[in-house]
């Protein structure tokens, strides 16, 4: 872990965001997942002295200072835009935070990257490589600290749209002392340089962008003999190389400028949107390093291919034999086995369940790992992440390294950036993963590890949340704006607004985050695919005097009347009370809210770290409808605001789906 460095920022008087209050709230620190965000800084006393901190120069003013250093990276940027845009002193205003994260290459770094592309000088490198090669070295949106990071991606990416990865090494020259990378590549030599706009981090090479595709990425690593020749027998790789959407537009005045004041209560006037510019489509993929396979006897693809069979003729065994000569059919094995090591959305290693200072301060990992859910490419299927301090775990059933109900399932580890050498995993349009053993859809995984509730935040609920990094976004009321007819899995009306808003930990509501929906709207979304069997189909909202009144709907059924989402929990209809110290009586009280169809919140997650979790809180779950649910088939949820009221709106939290075993099971359902 870095050894946390602790930034004096200005703390800013706001209201509240909790449903209901009204209060004012002071002296919240603007903490990072991982990485601390610093705003306004007006002074560093607290930073160590082996640290450089100003303020008095911009980012711009600090390379000028040490030409020795910088002349060449300061030439690329005075040929850019940029190097005025890093002279700018950091102001806070309705359209964002003027704070820039700098990358600051040295003039070796800088030469080296001139001899790799045959540049004689700075003056040879094309305009457009030149204003490339200077974005892809600065974030726009906010100065990221180097703080105790579990490994990955800045909560940001870079003005090229690009993730920033942090791994690090033990140099066994210098005592063990930890050695940090950027993508991998270019050594961090000297970090966390505080500056009135920002901070700059000084790297000894270039940081490039590769610019293959995904499954060309994978081909090209020596060590993925297997999976690629799966990845192209089946074609799966066809299905893994777009891009950009071309049909997408978005005017640059409405790209991270403007406000938005529905998606928030207690009277929040400046939330901003940042609207979508472009629209990416991006792919995750999770492989096994050949020696993985070889651990189990699998050397050539025929080994991989009755492998694959053994099983998935016993995941399906009505399929058994009678798709084993088309690879490029979807029920065929090896074609199943590959599919479920894919997403079509990308997620850097610390994206895929709540992290860093939000886990830390407001899960009760005592209780539950950090958890979510993703549908992958095989159709009918999810797999369940779990972060905990042994790091990341697809298919896990346990709490830590301990047993969850009788039965402790240790799922496959994601190997971390650190874990995974020198190799560079990302692609121009998505990421692999390293996994320590082999993934499959087993009867055990489907059975036993996904025979749970399974509580989806809402931020997951479309690829294109993740794909632009909405889901994620660290930074106080900023929400990442959709465009109608461009959120996949999703349909909306043309008076419906949706954003992403970003994660502040302070906030009532589950990870920390939430889709937000206002106007006159109606919206309707796939859920994703859950093993079959009859489920609870449950709404995890906040209520709140802003919000609206909504009539649910199940594949166009009504879901009873509607659901009002200005009632608080202590009305009658609701019937929620305060839990005591007698747990026969809690329990009684939770039966007479479930009999009228409402759920106490769980107890898992303490906002902003504090006393009470939401179980004590407003926020609840609602009963829309008791199902049975097909894995072959698609489900979807339509929310219509009934209200003609264009300044009403939702707080979208999560969606839980939990199957009769659990919730009709004779030990009951637990609070988690």
Known sequence: MIKKIIKTACLKSMRSLLPGISAIMTSLPLGGLGWAVSSCVDNDDDVPENYYSSTKLTAAQFLEERPELFSEFIGLLKRTPYYSLLSTYGTYSTAGLLKYTVFAPTNDGMERYLQRNGYSSIDDIPAATCDTLARTHIIKKGAFFTTDISEGALPELNMIDASIVLSSDSDVTNNNKLIYYINKNSRVVERDDSVTNGVVHVINNTITRSSSLLPDKIEA????????????????????????????????????????????????????????????FKYTA??????????HGIYTIDDLKAYAKQVYDQTYPADAGLYDDDPHNRRNPLNRFVSYHLLNRIGQYN??????????????????????????????????????????????RGVQNKAERGVFIPGVKVLSPSESGSTD??????????????????????????NRRIRIDATVLSPDFMNCNGRGRFGEDILTGFKNGYITDWTCSKETFVGVHSDVEYWWSYQANAVCISGVFDVSFKLPPVPTGTYEIRLGYTPGDE??????????????????????????????????????????????????????????????????????LSPMRRILATAYLDSEKSYHLRFRQVLDDPDRYWSFDYIELCPKSVYGSPEGEDTH
């Open 425 to 450: 995993q990302d692609a121009v349009n998505g990421v692999y993963h390293y996994l320590d053993d082999i993934l499959c859809y087993t009867p055990q995984v489907r059975d036993v590890v996904l």
């Open 547 to 616: 919000r609206g009144v909504v009539q649910v709907y199940l594949e166009n059924e009504p879901c009873g009347i509607p659901i009002d989402l200005r009632v608080y929990g202590n009305d009658p209809t609701i019937g929620w009370v305060a839990d005591s110290e007698d747990e026969e009586e809690n329990t009684a009280n939770d039966k007479a809210m479930h009999n009228r169809g409402y759920m106490k919140s769980t107890d898992v997650w303490h906002p902003g770290g504090g006393d009470d979790s939401m179980r004590a």
């Open 351 to 396: 994206s895929w369940v709540p992290s860093g200072t939000i886990r830390e301060r407001c899960l009760n990992t005592s209780l539950i790992d950090a958890e979510e859910y993703y549908e992958t490419m095989l159709p009918g299927t999810i797999m369940r992440f779990a972060g905990n301090s042994a790091g990341l775990f697809i298919n896990r």
């Open 286 to 295: 999770f492989v096994e390093p050949d020696s993985v396979f070889h651990r």
């Open 221 to 280: 690593d020596s060590i993925l003999t297997l999976f690629t020749l799966a990845l192209r027998l089946t074609g799966m790789a066809d299905s893994l190389t777009l891009n950009e959407d071309e049909t997408y537009s978005c005017g640059e005045d409405s790209v991270n400028t403007g406000t938005m004041e529905r998606c928030t209560s207690g009277g929040a006037a400046y939330t901003r949107t940042f609207w979508v510019g472009k629209r990416y």
